[in-house]
């Protein structure tokens, strides 16, 4: 079982920046594949951005350009880079530990995530 803990949200200008990071502890962090997911107000929880075990990373199109997503296996952490932020961004963000889906080149979420940390992009 894997216990996953973000930080790093809060309240932000348009274009400004942000770093989340997820600690993870329980199990054997290197072994899953983790991915960023985000959920708006009345939108369905969306995949920002994922990572494999290896480090190969994709992102969703809204994203390319603005958000880096990273691991740290020693510290047992994926990170998310979020920069040029924009109100669209706005979202309470979740990270996941999961697989990797080589015949779709996707994240596959698992059971395990996160409690949230709320992402705010406003004037």
């Known amino acids: 079982q894997v216990q996953l803990v973000e930080s790093g949200g809060g309240l932000v200008q348009p274009g400004g920046s942000l770093r989340l990071s997820c600690a993870a502890s329980g199990s054997i962090f290197s072994l899953y594949a983790m991915g960023w997911y985000r959920q708006a107000p009345g939108k369905q929880r969306e995949l920002v951005a994922a990572?494999?075990?290896?480090?190969?990373?994709n992102y969703a199109d809204s994203v390319k350009g603005r958000f880096t997503i990273s691991r740290d296996n020693a510290k047992s952490t994926v990170y998310l880079q979020m920069n040029s932020l924009k109100p669209e961004d706005t979202a309470v963000y979740y990270c996941?530990?999961?697989?990797?889906?080589?015949?779709?080149?996707?994240?596959?979420?698992?059971?395990?995530w996160g409690q949230g940390t709320q992402v705010t992009v406003s004037s």
């Open positions: 996941n530990a999961g697989r990797w889906s080589y015949a779709s080149g996707r994240h596959v979420a698992g059971d395990y």
């Open positions: 990572i494999t075990r290896g480090g190969s990373t």
